[in-house]
């Protein structure tokens, strides 16, 4: 087996990936994964925030949050927070998994 033609490919296809390309409808995309990370949590983060805030000025007494308007933001709050959960476990399991593979 030829190493060379591997390593080769192998930076070809990172250049590829790291490369942004338009698309039909003239939007780029790249594969910047750990950014994409990033800006999930944040948003989850943010999805928190909210939700503490709303609670707040809830719990003091502010006319326009009601009830509803906590709830709502605490379970999509929640169910963010879980799947980004989820996401963790998957990318721990995977790591797992690659690091167990013989080389």
Known sequence: MRIDGFQNEMQAMMFEASATKPTATGQTVGADFGQLLNNAIN????????????QTRFD????DV???????????SSVAFEA???VRNKLVEAYKELMNMPV
């Not at 003091?60 to 006319?63: I, L, N, Q, V």
């Not at 509803?68 to 999509?76: G, L, Q, T, W």
């Open 66 to 76: 009601s009830l509803s308007d906590v709830m709502i933001a605490r379970n999509k």
């Open 84 to 86: 980004t959960i989820q």
């Open 60 to 63: 003091r007494g502010d006319a």
């Open 43 to 54: 948003n989850v983060n943010g999805l928190s925030k909210t939700s503490s805030d709303l």
